[in-house]
């Protein structure tokens, strides 16, 4: 059911950031990543009995976001991101993610 002692996985997972500083406006960021979430590529157990539970599919985190200073202590930072294939499943739908934050500076 779950790892046991001598069990053994490879686990990958990476990521490309873009940013363009000042877009619109000193102290604004705008910024696009895309990356894969955490991916069991190869698994050995240590009970040949048991199955291992490879990631068969590849799911991809893709993001989106622009910070707008509006002073020099608030900035606000609207984005979203998508997860395809989650849990590395083709079979799940994607999921979309609105964000909002707002950071305040003292």
Request: hydrophobic fraction near 40%.
């Amino acid at each position: 059911s779950g790892f046991e002692e001598g069990d053994k996985a490879d686990v990958i997972n990476y990521a490309l950031a873009l940013t363009a500083p000042d877009l619109g406006g000193a102290g604004n960021l705008a910024g696009l990543v895309v990356g894969v979430p955490p991916q069991a590529t190869r698994i050995q157990r240590s009970d040949p009995a048991l199955l291992g539970q490879e990631d068969t599919d590849t799911s991809l985190h893709i993001e989106a976001f622009y910070r707008y200073r509006l002073n020099d202590n608030i900035a606000i930072t609207p984005g979203f991101f998508v997860i395809t294939n989650p849990e590395h499943n083709s079979n799940n739908d994607a999921q979309w993610v609105g964000t909002l934050r707002t950071t305040f500076s003292f």
